[in-house]
């Protein structure tokens, strides 16, 4: 089915470790985005990218990179893991940045930093 | 920055109830939209708005755009247990930094049998 695909759906990390987050959609679209969820918080923008080539930082960069590979992927990478990153990571593309049909979101990663 | 007050957090209800959420602003949008999380999923689209007073269904769900272009409700009409989740409002502001949706913190819908 087409979307967003989100790997790996679990994982754990010793305080430190590093790890990258795969994100991969199939709509063909410009813009994607990573989203963290934490209880009582709602979603808040990590990283953007509107286009192939160009990333942003949204409301909580801190800890993280990203990398635009392509037009189809779009990677997060934690260099040192904190337990305060401990969260469910949520992919998402639009058609465009700041589209008005709204995003598609992945199923997430669950990720623990012990 | 911009902010949307979702309210209620959470809500306990029986099933074939109605249910009423809404989501606030102090800042006018364009686009408002209702989303709705599955236990251990990622958010789902259910409706979109885009023009002040706008009124839209999807089945038992209705949304209104609010006149003010600053609030939105999302209404579902006679629960049932698969409409448990947590139910989010965003919104978008063409002329915004970013031209990003903002998100609210969600309201966690329990549905009892």
């Known amino acids: 089915n087409a979307g967003v695909t989100q790997t790996p759906k679990f994982q754990v990390l010793k305080t430190g470790q590093s790890m990258t987050l795969q994100c991969a959609q199939d709509?063909?679209?410009?813009?994607m985005y990573w989203y963290r969820q934490d209880p009582g918080m709602g979603l808040r923008l990590i990283y953007y990218?509107?286009?192939?080539?160009?990333?942003d930082k949204g409301e909580v960069p801190n800890g993280y990179n990203v990398s635009r590979l392509n037009k189809r992927e779009f990677s997060l990478r934690l260099e040192s893991a904190a337990p305060s990153q401990t969260s469910v990571y949520f992919c998402?593309?639009?058609?465009?940045?700041?589209?008005?049909?709204?995003?598609?979101f992945g199923s997430g990663t669950r990720l623990t930093v012990v | 920055g911009q902010q949307l007050n979702q309210s209620p957090q959470s809500m306990f209800i029986q099933e074939g109830e109605d249910v009423s959420m809404n989501c606030t602003s102090s800042?006018?949008?364009?686009?408002w939209l209702w989303y709705k999380q599955d236990p251990g999923e990622g958010p789902v689209l259910l409706i979109a708005?885009?023009?002040?007073?706008e009124l839209t269904s999807n089945g038992r769900l209705t949304a209104q755009f609010g006149i003010t272009r600053k609030d939105s409700f999302l209404n579902i009409s006679a629960s049932i247990p698969s409409d448990v989740g947590i139910y989010f409002c965003?919104?978008?502001?063409?002329?915004?930094?970013?031209?990003?949706?903002?998100f609210g913190k969600g309201t966690k819908l329990s549905v009892k049998p």
């Open positions: 998402a593309s639009s058609q465009r940045e700041g589209a008005s049909s709204g995003y598609t």
């Open positions: 709509m063909n679209h410009n813009s």
């Open positions: 990218s509107a286009s192939e080539g160009t990333t």
């Open positions: 800042s006018i949008f364009n686009t």
């Open positions: 708005l885009y023009k002040a007073g």
């Open positions: 965003a919104a978008l502001n063409y002329g915004g930094s970013q031209g990003n949706l903002i």
